[in-house]
């Protein structure tokens, strides 16, 4: 089955700075790849997804990249600010497979 | 309506208690899911739904029982519940079973339960 690994587990950025988070994947069939941001005691929200027919998917200061022939993607975050602090998940899934997802990464911005 | 409702917000219950957890969602949405999540860890796969049918039951326990009334309602049964199920419930919806661009996952605000 797909196993999915996140690092680092713990980001602290200062407010400005840019956040990088790399997720590995095993299953070479996964072809959708989801990041979840979740705020503390709420719902994880999607908050940016790529396909496996795309290299980059950019929606305002988030992007994601994949790298489909090493199985990684990232998620890069600029010009951080206090509210991007969460704890934010990578998932690998597939049409009729079920998101894997990794084990998640807390993201700190210092003001 | 493009959100997941799960109601209660908040549960707390004995160990000899049986109670429901209900999720409900009116987009069209043919697969849902329950998810149980601990503190600091990602969320858990429990059961999957297509078409209203159970597809995955990742080995839970049988004090867990999923149902599906219809296509827009799923519930979580619970009794005999142990400390160690204390946990957010989350459900989710997607538009098919798995996961592709434009077929992502809808999460619930999940039921934080608590189990004494």
């Known amino acids: 089955g797909e196993n999915v690994e996140q690092h680092p587990s713990t980001l602290s950025v200062q407010e400005g700075d840019s956040a990088v988070i790399k997720c590995t994947y095993s299953?070479?069939?996964?072809?959708?790849f989801p990041w979840y941001k979740q705020e503390l005691g709420k719902r994880p929200q999607l908050i940016i997804d790529?396909?496996?027919?795309?290299g980059e998917k950019k929606d305002q200061r988030i992007a994601v990249t994949l790298n489909k022939t090493a199985k990684h993607f990232s998620l890069h975050i600029t010009e951080t600010q206090p509210e991007d602090s969460a704890v934010y998940f990578c998932?690998?899934?597939?049409?009729?497979?079920?998101?894997?997802f990794g084990p998640g990464t807390r993201l700190s911005v210092l003001p | 309506d493009t959100e997941v409702t799960q109601t209660p917000k908040h549960l707390v219950m004995g160990m000899t208690n049986k109670k429901s957890l209900k999720c409900e969602q009116h987009?069209?949405?043919?697969?849902m899911y329950w998810y149980k999540q601990k503190a600091k860890k990602p969320p858990e796969l429990m059961f999957v739904?297509?078409?209203?049918?159970?597809?995955i039951n990742e080995s839970v326990p049988s004090r867990f029982s999923p149902e599906c009334p219809n296509s827009s309602l799923l519930n979580l049964h619970l009794h005999a519940l142990q400390p160690e199920d204390s946990a957010l419930y989350l459900c989710?919806?997607?538009?098919?079973?798995?996961?592709?661009?434009?077929?992502?996952?809808?999460f619930g605000s999940g039921t934080r339960l608590t189990v004494v």
């Open positions: 998932a690998a899934g597939g049409l009729g497979q079920n998101f894997v």
């Open positions: 790529i396909r496996s027919n795309v």
């Open positions: 987009m069209g949405h043919r697969a």
């Open positions: 299953d070479s069939a996964s072809n959708y």
């Open positions: 989710a919806s997607s538009q098919v079973q798995g996961g592709n661009s434009n077929y992502g996952y809808t």
């Open positions: 739904y297509s078409y209203e049918k159970l597809s």
